[in-house]
């Protein structure tokens, strides 16, 4: 059997027992983030023309909860992957933590973790204090033996936690009520208004070519203003444009990444992201006046983890027989699912413009058209960190 859970607004993880053996130096929220971004691009390699949505922090979130439970070879994989240091990361973990959750911030990012364990499971208490310290990891007991009940809480909490973006993540068949032992469940909560606001009355139906060639109308947004925009280019020598959306507490962007040529799948755009790219852009873009025409979307994804992450080298802890999480408990258990759950909503919302935008806004020349009118790659952006909150490709808005 299987189970684990992650959340891009949510993310969960599910232990089962069983009976075997068991550059620039990167910022933490860098690394766990490239982390994030290599499992987005397996993904979309395998789902080209559908709309993917992912937290890369959500990924390296729980992975970061489990590492302090992990031993030997299983924690050795994730410390890779990760590129965290052998000693623990934890106090730049929690450093990361208090940055991206602090009250100054204003645009509202809210991460809470928490362990739902079966009662009587006994679990090392320096697992429990390494989370609770770290990642304010709250702790739960229940009985998963009545997988209908545990599974109600675990999606309240998750719910709660998401503002009612996620109202369900995980079903009660998941849940092997002889054999699960523990989930674990990090949800990541963003809000943020524009700082130069769309103006609803200048949102127009437009066409927007789809990832599979169809014409749809959308609801394009509109806006004049000044962006900060760019031209980059991958190693393989194609051009995508970027535009930086920032929000109003300037903590958080939305970076849009769009081909320059329209011939141009994004599929030759997304394999060359990284934290590092991301990085480079902000050289390259520059302040410019624009019409600036996006979609407004809502957009929903469950991922299933094991497969990317197997990819990535994160592969013993799926396994019944490899799996060692001695330091978590006693008692053998192994990763039996991991899932991610993720929505977007991004629509005119935000702050109203201030006199000098307004004064942008009413210049008499004519300035260049900007228009996101087929599929393109977006990510969220914790600028001071460099942490990618979550991430997109969308085909059909």
């Known amino acids: 059997m299987k189970h684990l859970f992650l959340l891009c607004l949510a993310a969960l993880l599910v232990l089962c027992g069983h009976k075997g053996v068991l550059s620039q130096a990167p910022s933490y929220g860098e690394r766990g983030s490239d982390l994030g971004i290599q499992v987005f691009q397996q993904i979309v390699h395998s789902r080209p023309v559908d709309n993917v949505v992912l937290s890369p922090h959500g990924v390296a979130s729980i992975l970061g909860m489990l590492l302090s439970g992990a031993h030997a070879e299983t924690r050795k994989q994730i410390l890779s992957a990760l590129r965290y240091k052998k000693n623990g990361p934890y106090k730049m973990l929690r450093k990361l933590h208090k940055t991206l959750t602090a009250k100054s911030n204003q645009d509202s990012v809210i991460i809470a973790n ?19 310290m770290n990642f304010q990891c709250e702790s739960r007991s229940m009985n998963f033996g009545d997988p209908h009940a545990a599974a109600d809480e675990i999606n309240q909490w998750v ?28 949800s990541i909560y963003f809000k943020g208004l524009w700082k130069s606001r769309f103006q609803p009355e200048n949102t127009k139906m437009r066409q927007f070519t789809g990832g599979n060639g169809d014409v749809y109308k959308v609801p394009m947004m509109s806006q004049l203003s000044v962006f900060k925009i760019g031209i980059a280019t991958t190693p393989q020598g194609l051009k995508y444009k970027v535009i930086e959306l920032p929000y109003h507490g300037n903590t958080v962007s939305m970076l849009i990444v769009l081909p320059s040529e329209e011939d141009t799948p994004l ?37 299933d983890l094991e497969a990317p992450l197997s990819a990535l080298g994160i592969r013993n802890m799926f396994s019944h027989d490899k799996a060692d999480f001695r330091h978590l408990s006693a008692e053998p258990v192994y990763v039996s699912k ?22 942008i806004l009413l210049a008499r020349s004519s300035p260049p058209w900007v228009i996101v009118d087929r599929p393109f790659l977006f990510l969220i952006r914790h600028n001071q960190t460099g942490t990618i909150l979550f991430m997109g490709q969308i085909n059909q808005p």
Do not use: C, Y
């Open 267 to 303: 599929s030759r755009v997304i394999p060359h992201i990284s934290t590092a790219t991301v990085q480079s852009w902000t050289e390259l873009l520059h302040m410019k006046k624009v019409r600036l025409l996006i979609p407004k979307f809502t957009s929903d994804a469950e991922v």
């Open 159 to 186: 719910k709660n936690n998401t503002k009612g973006h996620i109202p369900s993540l995980i079903k009660a068949d998941m849940l092997d009520p002889a054999l699960t032992r523990l989930v674990a469940v990090n």
């Open 338 to 359: 991991a899932l991610q759950k993720s929505k977007i909503v991004v629509n005119e919302d935000g702050t109203k413009a201030t006199a000098g935008t307004t004064a």
């Open 114 to 132: 928490a362990i739902f364990s079966q009662e009587g499971f006994p679990m090392e208490g320096a697992f429990l204090d390494t989370n609770k």
